[in-house]
């Protein structure tokens, strides 16, 4: 009783993940305060940049942070029609990222309001709760719900989750997203009403109404457009060479509003009946602060994962640019708590959600701003623009929204030379390109990025399932490829000697279709493998989705070159299967692949881990199974060798109880060598008495 008391201690004692427990424990009480002190001052970066803030960076905060002010009051009205929200509350949504980066944001660069992508996701669930609520209540709700995500996100460190959303999939999402975008706005640029929903209808109800086109309204929309065109040709061509023209063409929408927006009002001011739609905007100053409707967030928190997702990738990608190009580094989990309190802030003032933009970020940094207190000017001016200029915004023609948007988005698709590259590169990520861009066009935003990111979720899980070892022996007799060299090198040199040789003995003395005589040299640059020897270099993690093919295939390559050995002290009878499915399997393989056996029998397997960052219990019993299948039906004597195993790896076969010993050091009996090369694995000494007195039988 006493000594099995006394091994269950001992258990206890080196248990590891207990271990590991206990000193977690231990440890948080003393390192609390100042982990708290570290966590506070992360959640605050002003904290740390304002002390070292030179007055002389303050002009160009200012200039910068007026110009994001000034585009973000075309681009926040754009946004909120998009989102099929009150355009006006395009410009509630604005302010308050700008103030919060003061305090929150690690990037000088990163400009946070409405963005092309969020108002359409936002759009798709204003139309589904429409006859329930009102858009304003449901764009609150949606921020709200995004801001508490990005906030868990944050604070539990789980935006590693955002990886499986590849680029192919950004691309096909982005590009569709513009498609409709730009779709959705071709009605009011040419002033027709009761437009269809979905982008192809769209497209051809526009066209088929070509005759009922408003001629007014044309000539305002597509003016604007050109004017945009005009403006961005010029900084294209002469930015480079002066700052004002450079922020002429970077101002063009706030221009194209400013001139249209004047002329509707000299056109319209007089008429009872407006010669074109206009936006009639109207605000009083900053809304009164208004939590969102319980039971409406609890409708909308799985629909708010789509903009949450579009919102946070754009949003870390740009930032990560911009501080690549300047020469900083931006901290990604206090990023998404930014992004969480500035959505939750923002959601009490019947707004939509907000996130990082490229257009105005690339503004921002050709300003050369200085450090986020731009921020405090870009919204001082938004907030000074709700209580005095608005009234102005009143006349700006529906036209010349819908061409700012049109024109804004229009870069985002593609490029399709983009796409016909991840076509060349891998199917797999071109058909995620391809699901995401198709099923946001024809379905929604939200099914379109979820199956897009499902199929890269799949994809990982097969690629990992059906990962396999690749076996290395001395070149076979046979062309079958069931055992590879360790490395196999075409050299395209030959000397006048042995081409005059070839010419003479061959008439076709070039038969590479490449134009060189190729001979192919085994094992250079590689150990050579002796006969009864085999390297099993696994290609990835061993865990349970690809533990048992890694064995199978690993086991069947063996038996299908060497023979089977029996030991001795068994009858070959009795020992033998009732079943033969199994040596039949392996007799039509050397059938159809041409495989020759060989006469000697294998001694030694070395198991490479040089590609495998982990492996869990089933992986680990796996190799059991190998380890014992390889002695029953190879050899009793057939020894197993491991290399390259990486010290996590051979601390999870430590806390299996499976014994390993170093070659350097010393052996108990029954490990299991680990060498430090392969070279070293492949001829160290081997036991050749256990082969002794064996019987062999060739199938």
Not at 42 to 69: C, E, H, N, V
Not at 205 to 212: A, E, G, I, M, S
Not at 457 to 472: C, E, G, K, N
Request: glycine content about 8%.
């Amino acid at each position: 009783m006493e000594r099995h008391v006394t091994a269950v201690k001992e258990e206890f004692r080196t248990d590891v993940t207990l271990n590991r427990v206990t000193k977690f424990t231990r440890a948080v009480p003393g390192k609390l305060p100042s982990a708290s002190k570290q966590y506070l001052l992360d959640k605050l970066p002003i904290i740390q940049w304002l002390p070292r803030y030179s007055p002389s960076w303050a002009i160009q905060d200012f200039m910068a942070g007026l110009t994001i002010g000034v585009l973000l009051i075309p681009q926040g009205l754009a946004y909120a029609k998009i989102a099929t929200i009150p355009i006006e509350n395009g410009l509630y949504s604005c302010w308050v990222p700008a103030a919060v980066m003061v305090f929150m944001g690690t990037s000088k660069d990163l400009s946070t309001g409405p963005t092309s992508i969020l108002g359409l996701l936002t759009a798709e669930i204003v139309r589904d709760l429409q006859n329930e609520y009102t858009p304003t209540d449901i764009s609150s709700a949606v921020a709200m719900m995004v801001g508490i995500w990005s906030l868990l996100i944050g604070l539990l460190g789980l935006g590693f989750l955002l990886d499986y959303v590849s680029l192919p999939v950004l691309t096909g999402f982005i590009s569709a997203t513009a498609f409709v975008i730009g779709m959705g706005q071709v009605g009011s640029l040419v002033g027709l009403d009761n437009v269809p929903s979905g982008a192809f209808n769209q497209l051809g109800d526009v066209l088929k109404r070509l005759p009922h086109w408003d001629g007014p309204t044309c000539g305002i929309g597509f003016g604007t457009v050109l004017v945009l065109v005009a403006l961005q040709k010029v900084g294209q061509k002469w930015g480079s060479k002066h700052f004002a023209i450079k922020y002429m063409s970077s101002s063009r929408a706030i221009i194209v509003m400013v001139i249209f927006t004047l002329i509707s009002y000299l056109v319209n001011k007089d008429r009872d009946d407006y010669l074109w739609s206009i936006s009639k905007i109207s605000t009083h100053g900053i809304q009164t602060p208004k939590a969102p409707d319980a039971v409406l967030l609890s409708k909308v928190v799985a629909r708010s994962i789509a903009p949450l997702v579009a919102c946070t990738l754009e949003h870390q990608a740009v930032g990560k640019a911009f501080a690549r190009k300047n020469h900083y580094a931006i901290d990604q989990t206090q990023e998404f708590n930014y992004l969480g309190v500035t959505n939750i802030i923002n959601s009490f003032f019947g707004v939509m959600p907000v996130g990082g933009a490229i257009s105005r970020t690339a503004v921002n940094s050709e300003c050369h701003v200085r450090s986020p207190l731009n921020g405090a000017f870009t919204a001082g001016f938004i907030i000074l623009t709700l209580y005095v200029f608005s009234p102005a915004l009143y006349w700006l023609p529906s036209a010349t929204l819908a061409a700012i948007i049109i024109m804004a988005v229009i870069h985002l698709f593609g490029p399709l030379s983009l796409i016909w590259r991840y076509w060349r590169i891998s199917l797999a990520d071109f058909i995620a390109c391809m699901v995401a861009f198709w099923l946001t066009i024809f379905v929604s935003a939200e099914i379109g990025i979820g199956a897009a990111t499902g199929w890269n979720v799949a994809w990982t899980l097969l690629r990992s399932a059906f990962a396999t070892p690749t076996i290395h022996a001395s070149r076979t007799a046979d062309a079958s490829g069931t055992l590879e060299p360790l490395a196999r090198v075409f050299s395209t040199t030959t000397t006048l000697q042995q081409q005059q040789t070839n010419n003479d003995s061959n008439p076709n003395p070039n038969p590479n279709p490449n134009g060189n005589s190729e001979t192919m040299t085994e094992n250079v640059g590689g150990p050579v493998i002796p006969d009864d020897t085999i390297v099993i270099r696994f290609g990835d993690s061993l865990f349970f989705p690809n533990a048992s093919r890694n064995k199978a295939d690993a086991l069947e390559a063996a038996q299908l070159v060497y023979p089977s050995v029996q030991n001795p002290h068994y009858s070959v009878e009795a020992e033998r299967s009732w079943s033969v499915a199994a040596e039949r399997r392996l007799e039509r393989l050397r059938t159809q692949r041409g495989v020759v056996m060989r006469q000697m029998p294998l001694a030694v397997v070395i198991w490479d881990f040089g590609m495998v960052p982990f492996i869990d219990a089933t992986g680990i019993t796996a190799l059991a199974e190998l380890k014992d299948d390889v002695r029953r039906q190879l050899g009793f004597g057939v020894q197993v060798r491991f290399v390259n195993m990486t010290p996590a790896v051979r601390h999870r076969f430590a806390r299996a109880r499976w014994l390993l010993a170093d070659a350097d050091g010393l052996q108990d009996d029954g490990a299991d060598i680990v060498y430090p090369s392969l070279e070293r694995a492949i001829w160290d000494e081997r036991d050749r008495d256990s082969l002794k007195g064996v019987t062999t039988e060739k199938s």
